[in-house]
């Protein structure tokens, strides 16, 4: 069992990783305080914005926006590229930071720090290949064509599980597009986020960009609200609960403004009868316990064919026993804590739940460390065994909760698999390959992201990144998502010297 760190060595640590970054405590202090999930205890304490510093925010991002749009594109993506290299000199930096405030182990810091790193790369190339089409006109003399424009001002509201590189999807794009950004981070996660802003700051002044094209604001869900409702914001990407896409939905949809939806996942895997259990078995404990069963593709669900269910259950269960829980600063932790008590205690009404519906809990669930730090939350994932997909299995229990189910045809699996109301993420092992692609078919899985031997989480940044249903449709990162940031305008140029009407319209006067 390892000892946790007491509350001035993490916040020493939090202080140097932020000045590291050119963030001065001074010029943020404030009376919000910043918990670790480590021990509890405060890192930091915090200025939130008020509502004038959004409104200011959003006059200056549109002005800087003028200057931007027209700036060449692979000027825009130099911007990026200086960027991508400030992150990648101040890796550990922020990668301390993000498990300081949200409790990652430092492999899984590092990660999201690198898939910031990756988004720039993408960026860059992306800032010479914003591509419009063209396409023949039926008039003679006639071309006709697309170009892409950017939006204006991009608002950015993030989670706190994925507290810098959600931002840096969205920004390292919306950048090379043309538009300025402005970012409201979680606030249980707003050091890593002034950190990473920061060092966008610097490579913004040391290429002599327009200054307020990437602005940060803090504070809880009014300062979010307040960019949600303000007219001069072009496009809201919200990543976050699909309660959160609820309430701002129909507002954004109400002043017509554009939006991203990046809501809550419920993601399963099926484990056919024909799969590699030793490939399975790694995959799902992965994604169930990995950043303690915090991302939206965590796996919550598992569906296992009735000849295999009860092996592939007592194999998990064995490597479930040999998980190290503990301090994410200890190289050999796996699973960290949970980010606070507001999370263990629906991790343990979701399981009173399942037991309620016929569930038997095979393994974990119970609070470690809790006599080291009483307002820190190490949890042992647990297991649930059930025989159908009961209601709680339908909702999001954002903690390590795995519930496992079984399944007689493929059919059958991929029902259960589609039959909650989220669309995110979801898996198949199996070495039919028959299954395989039936699983990612039209007729199979209707999740956004849907993967063959490998687990639910993990994405890499060059696919589009995005959910059905209730999470959201949007999606962002790579492939064409970039279009999501800009808007397109057909043109129609006349070179005839006459004036012909389509679809053979007369009409002369
Ligand atoms: P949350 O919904 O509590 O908060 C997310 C962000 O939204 C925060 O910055 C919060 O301040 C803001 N917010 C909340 N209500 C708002 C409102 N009414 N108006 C404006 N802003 C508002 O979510 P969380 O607990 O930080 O994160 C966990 C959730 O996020 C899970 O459901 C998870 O699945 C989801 N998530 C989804 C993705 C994805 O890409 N689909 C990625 C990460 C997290």
Redesign the pocket.
């Known amino acids: 069992m390892s000892t946790l760190p007491n509350q001035s060595e993490l916040a020493t640590r939090a202080k140097e990783a932020l000045e590291k970054c050119g963030v001065s405590s001074s010029g943020r202090l404030g009376s919000h305080k910043v918990l670790s999930p480590i021990n509890g205890e405060e890192l930091a304490a915090l200025k939130w914005s008020e509502l004038d510093d959004v409104e200011r925010a959003v006059e200056r991002a549109n002005k800087d926006f003028l200057v931007w749009r027209s700036t060449p594109a692979p000027i825009r993506g130099a911007l990026v590229k200086h960027f991508g290299a400030l992150l990648q000199e101040h890796k550990e930096d922020i990668a301390t930071l993000i498990s300081l405030e949200v409790g990652k182990i430092k492999s899984e810091a590092l990660g999201e720090v690198q898939e910031m790193i990756d988004i720039c790369d993408f960026a860059i190339g992306l800032s010479r290949q914003l591509y419009g089409r063209t396409m023949p006109s039926e008039r003679p003399g006639h071309r006709m064509m697309e170009t892409w424009h950017p939006l204006g001002v991009v608002g950015v ?6 507290p810098t590189a ?1 931002w840096s999807w969205n920004t390292a794009i919306a950048l090379v597009c043309g538009n300025s950004v402005i970012w ?5 996660a707003p050091l890593s986020a002034l950190a990473s802003a920061s060092l966008l700051d610097r490579a913004i002044h040391d290429l002599g960009a327009p200054r307020y094209i990437s602005q940060v604001v803090m504070g ?2 009014e300062v ?2 307040a960019l ?1 409702d303000h007219h001069g914001v072009a496009l809201i990407s ?7 896409g609820r ?2 939905g129909p507002r954004l949809a109400q002043r017509f403004a554009r939006c991203l939806l ?4 419920n993601n399963a895997a099926v484990v056919s009868e024909s799969a590699n259990l030793d490939l399975a078995i790694r995959g799902i404990v992965f994604a169930a316990v990995g950043t303690a069963g915090q991302r ?1 593709t965590s796996m919550r669900r598992v569906i296992a064919h009735v000849d295999i269910i009860d092996e592939l259950c007592t194999r998990l269960e064995e490597a479930y026993q040999r998980l190290p829980i503990g301090n994410p600063l200890d190289d050999n932790t796996l699973v960290g804590p949970l980010i606070n008590g507001a999370a263990f205690a629906l991790m343990q009404s979701a399981i009173e739940t399942a037991k309620s519906e016929g569930g038997r809990v095979l393994s974990g669930g119970t609070r470690r460390l809790e006599d080291q730090a009483h307002s820190a939350y190490y949890v042992e994932p647990a297991i649930v065994r059930l025989d159908r997909q009961t209601n709680i299995v339908l909702r ?1 229990s ?1 903690a390590p909760l795995l519930y496992v189910m079984p399944y007689e045809t493929l059919d059958e699996a991929i029902a259960l698999n589609n039959g909650v109301p989220q669309g ?1 993420s979801s898996c198949i092992f199996t070495t039919d390959q028959s299954e395989a692609e039936r699983f990612v078919s039209e007729v199979g899985s209707d999740c956004g992201i849907v993967n063959v031997n490998i687990g639910t989480s993990g994405a890499e940044i060059g696919g589009a ?3 059905e249903k209730e ?2 449709g949007g999606r962002e990162s790579g492939s064409d998502s970039w279009r999501a940031y800009m808007r397109r305008a057909t043109n129609t140029i006349n070179f005839s010297g006459a004036l012909p009407l389509a679809q053979g319209v007369e009409f002369t006067v």
């Open positions: 509201i993030s989670a706190f599980n994925f959600v409201k981070p979680s606030e249980l809880s869900s979010g609200a949600v919200a990543t976050g609960s699909t309660r959160m309430e701002i990046e809501l809550g996942g939206c999001e954002f995110l990144f995005g959910g999470t959201g």
